[in-house]
Nanobody
Framework: QLQLAESGGGSVQPGGSLRLSCAAS????????IGWFRQAPGKEREGVGC???????TYAGAVKGRFTISRDGAKSTVYLQMNSLKPEDTGIYYC????????????????????WGQGTPVTVSS
């Protein structure tokens, strides 16, 4: 069984920082491409960024320069470090795994991802 669990969400003021975690069970996610997505109330789910099995990262333009994705293979965990947060960053954040073992690429569209976590809420407000 391949399962993902997000954690670290919460409330923060604009300009603040937050680090989200995506922990895998049943597999080691260092061999998979992992994507981060978010969904604001009343809006469609959108891609935030991703990290490939090789460690290469891709980010959406809205978060580039503010968010950083990293991986700790020993802990089978991927992190999303969010800095300079804005109110428009508010939403439920999800991580997802591409089941293709050793995928050298990653995408910030939802279609390649097979396994999803339950999500963790992030609220940015003053």
């Amino acid at each position: 069984q391949l399962q993902l669990a997000e954690s670290g969400g919460g409330s923060v003021q604009p300009g603040g920082s937050l680090r989200l975690s995506c922990a895998a069970s049943g597999f080691n996610l260092r061999y998979y491409a992992i994507g981060w997505f978010r969904q604001a109330p009343g809006k469609e789910r959108e891609g935030v960024g991703c990290i490939s099995s090789s460690g290469a990262t891709t980010y959406a333009g809205a978060v580039k320069g503010r968010f950083t994705i990293s991986r700790d293979g020993a802990k089978s965990t991927v992190y999303l470090q969010m800095n300079s947060l804005k109110p428009e960053d508010t939403g439920i954040y999800y991580c997802a795994a591409d089941a293709t073992l050793g995928s050298p690429f990653c995408f910030i569209t939802a279609s390649p991802y097979d396994h999803w976590g339950q999500g963790t809420p992030v609220t940015v407000s003053s």
